[in-house]
């Protein structure tokens, strides 16, 4: 039987960028998406190259509004590895409501993704969980706003979770 996630919705603590160590993929990715922002006015998908971002996919989520006008309906495009194993499902091509283990969970995500969404500001926190079988697990959880066109809507987020002491180098390609 698969370990089932227990996530408290009040276990998220809102935390600055400057507080997460600059070796976290939270922080890797969040350098990565503020120099492309650099290079113009907002964050749009279509700047990002997955290619430049590997090390990362395991701890990402892409996640894609689908909705029309004010009727939001996130999916998810893309679940790393990385999540799928710390959530224990691949929720990949579902609705944030229908493919995640708990309805807590889908609820947390979705409200965390609105809110940067409508702010078009990236989301920092440090979250706390439970799978059935293991300790308490403290993760960085940072969620991004990206339009997939130089519109103002932001209609795709990169929501990434790895655990706190998670340390990693962008550049580093495993190579001596």
Avoid at 134 to 161: H, I, N, Q
Wanted: charged share 25%; glycine share 6%; proline share 6%.
């Amino acid at each position: 039987m698969r370990d089932v996630l227990a996530i408290s919705a009040m276990s998220i603590e809102p935390v600055e960028r400057s507080q997460i160590t600059a070796a976290h993929p939270v922080s890797v990715l969040s350098q990565y998406l503020e120099k492309k922002r650099s290079q113009a006015h907002h964050s749009t998908a279509g700047r990002v190259d997955l290619l430049e971002i590997v090390p990362l996919l395991p701890w990402l989520m892409i996640i894609e509004d689908r909705g029309q006008g004010t009727d939001i309906d996130f999916w998810i495009k893309f679940a790393g590895p990385a999540i799928t194993g710390l959530i224990g499902t691949d929720p990949t091509g579902t609705r944030i409501s229908e493919g995640l283990p708990t309805k807590e969970l889908a609820e947390t995500i979705r409200r965390e993704c609105l809110h940067a969404q409508l702010s078009k500001q990236p989301r920092f926190s440090k979250d706390e969980f439970k799978m059935t079988s293991m300790a308490r697990k403290k993760v960085f959880v940072s969620v991004y706003p990206l339009s997939k066109s130089a519109g103002l809507t932001m209609d795709e987020l990169f929501w990434l979770m790895a655990p706190c002491d998670t340390e990693m180098d962008l550049n580093d390609e495993g190579h001596d």
